[in-house]
């Protein structure tokens, strides 16, 4: 082919490109900041957290499960009650806190990892019937409580990683359909079975999941900011193109702690421009300190990203 034909050639294929392929724009630093609320029934209350004006705020209600409520605590295939402390964290309460702070959005995480006395099992009957039954209670619920987004954080399993891919694959793809929820995260941590359902599902539907809230605080007490930035990259691998937040435990007993340089990490995250957000695991225990820090979070994802 000689040159000017090239040239042609070459000029066609770039402006037909971008109708052939879809290339995601890699995240960036974001001001989000999470945190979890309501597990531990401790009494705490929206409006006990502190807010910072100049961030993206999303507390997670903790947790929707799909248990029965009436102490025998069997599974219900996709039909969700209320498990958190719903007293202190009610409609109105959200509605309050949403309209006195219009940076604030509430979700609401299914599973955890227990309940009662026992694990809380994902254990659908048929993929068909855990849909149906899970987009009727989710959406009752969320329209209920004016709630905005889901979050998943399923620990154990009694379906193989296909099954739970397309459960939580086909809700999710349903209540953003639907209208009902406009934004989904992930709760994964570094397990070997809880990253092969995880893994499956990001393959199958990572696109419509817009959070990885990966609790890196379930690593080792005493990881160190070395430790910690190699754990990133690894999971960032592992959720490629995703937004995976980085995280740490109130009570200090797992992961890096703020006191051991938890937030050196974050500014070098920033530095690289991949600190896509804060999450905190939980207000409940944060209430015993003063909230210090979410306080320290927040005014660090405040600075310009």
Not at 38 to 59: C, L, M, Q, R, W
Not at 65 to 73: E, H, K, L, N, Q
Not at 277 to 288: L, N, P, T
């Amino acid at each position: 082919m000689d040159f000017p034909k090239l040239f042609i050639a070459l000029f066609i294929f770039q402006v037909l490109l971008p109708s052939h392929m879809s290339i995601q724009a890699a995240p960036a630093n974001s001001n989000l900041f999470r945190e979890y609320i309501g597990a531990e029934f401790k009494n705490v209350k929206f409006t006990d957290v502190p807010i910072n004006s100049n961030v993206e705020f999303h507390y997670i209600l903790s947790f929707a499960i799909d248990y029965d409520t009436s102490g025998s605590t069997s599974p219900t295939n996709g039909k969700f009650n209320v498990f958190w402390d719903s007293d202190n964290l009610s409609p109105s309460q959200v509605s309050y806190i949403k309209s006195h702070h219009s940076n604030v959005k509430v979700a609401l995480s299914l599973g955890g990892d227990s309940v009662g006395d026992g694990y809380a099992y994902f254990d659908p009957s048929t993929v068909d019937s855990w849909v149906s039954n899970a987009v009727s209670s989710l959406t009752y619920i969320i329209q209920e409580y004016n709630l905005d987004g889901i979050d998943i954080d399923y620990e154990h399993f009694h379906a193989d990683p296909e099954t739970f891919a397309q459960c939580i694959g086909r809700l999710i793809t349903t209540l953003k359909k639907n209208g009902v929820i406009s934004f989904a995260s992930i709760a994964p941590f570094d397990d070997d079975d809880v990253q092969n359902h995880y893994k499956a599902l990001w393959k199958s539907y990572g696109h419509l999941i817009d959070y990885v809230n990966f609790q890196f605080y379930a690593y080792d007490q005493g990881t160190t900011v070395s430790q910690f930035m190699n754990y990133f990259n690894t999971q960032s691998s592992n959720y490629n193109g995703g937004k995976v937040l980085v995280s740490f435990i109130s009570d200090g007993s797992g992961g890096l702690t703020p006191e051991s340089g938890f937030f050196t990490a974050c500014n070098r995250l920033k530095s690289q421009n991949k600190l896509y957000g804060i999450f905190v695991w939980s207000a409940d225990d944060s209430k015993g300190n003063g909230f210090l820090y979410e306080k320290q979070s927040q005014a660090l994802l405040a600075i310009s990203h």
